[in-house]
């Protein structure tokens, strides 16, 4: 069935530079897509969402990314800190009908060098 | 206000045992909905309600029942728990997922393994 995926699993970036994480998502109807932090041991966390009338959409040091040709997702994280270590879902909003589903992708770890 | 509130937050339950998860959140949210997160794996949506009284199957609803007779409240049920339902478990409640903001607050998620 249709689904929402991520292209990479972990992502390891220095201190300082910027992070770039992708999702890639199969449903074309799709329009309403969100980011989520989730570290470890707690649940997630809304980062920042975007609707597909918007190719982006930014945040306090987060920028969203939507690219509806080829259906491609990503989360811009500016100066990354040891502090944005943890887990990062895309999600999208699946319709239907009178009841709307939000279905998440697989996740992509980022692990901040110090 | 609290949140989204899950109980209990570790268990250990034998093979064809039954139990429920309590989940419950203080702001007037009529979207609610469990996730089952598996190690190194996304959120998968088990059960969903709208609002009091009205429940859906997600994703991978075998194995669990829900009711939502309340809005604060949305128990899942385990019937007859088995090895592959060892997980960790989130509840999550928004305003609507219809009302145009679709920002869900997350419970801190119920550990469970089954022997």
């Known amino acids: 069935g249709e689904s929402v995926g991520l292209h990479l699993p972990t992502l390891s970036v220095q201190e300082g530079d910027n992070s770039i994480i992708n999702c890639a998502y199969s449903?074309?109807?799709?329009?309403?897509f969100i980011w989520y932090k989730q570290e470890s041991g707690k649940g997630p966390q809304f980062i920042i969402d975007?609707?597909?009338?918007?190719d982006k959409r930014q945040g306090q040091r987060v920028t969203v990314l939507l690219n509806k040709t080829v259906k491609h997702l990503s989360l811009q994280i500016a100066a990354t800190q040891p502090g944005d270590s943890a887990v990062y879902f895309c999600?999208?909003?699946?319709?239907?009908?009178?009841?709307?589903?939000?279905?998440f992708g697989t996740g992509t770890l980022l692990a901040v060098q110090p | 206000n609290a949140g989204v509130t899950q109980t209990p937050k570790f268990q250990v339950l034998k093979t064809g045992q039954s139990m429920t998860l309590q989940c419950a959140q203080d702001?007037?949210?009529?979207?609610m909905s469990w996730y089952r997160q598996d190690p190194g794996m996304g959120l998968r949506l088990i059960h969903y309600?709208?609002?009091?009284?009205?429940?859906d199957q997600g994703e991978v609803p075998n194995g669990y029942n829900v009711s939502r007779s309340t809005t604060e409240d949305f128990p899942l049920r385990l019937l007859s728990a088995a090895p592959s339902q060892t997980s960790v478990y989130f509840c999550?409640?928004?305003?609507?997922?219809?009302?145009?903001?679709?920002?869900?607050?997350f419970g801190p998620g119920t550990r469970l393994t089954v022997t």
């Open positions: 999600a999208e909003i699946q319709y239907g009908g009178a009841t709307n589903k939000l279905i």
């Open positions: 975007i609707r597909s009338n918007m």
């Open positions: 449903n074309s109807a799709s329009d309403y």
């Open positions: 702001m007037n949210h009529e979207y």
């Open positions: 999550a409640s928004s305003y609507s997922i219809l009302s145009g903001s679709y920002e869900q607050y």
């Open positions: 309600s709208v609002g009091a009284g009205i429940t």
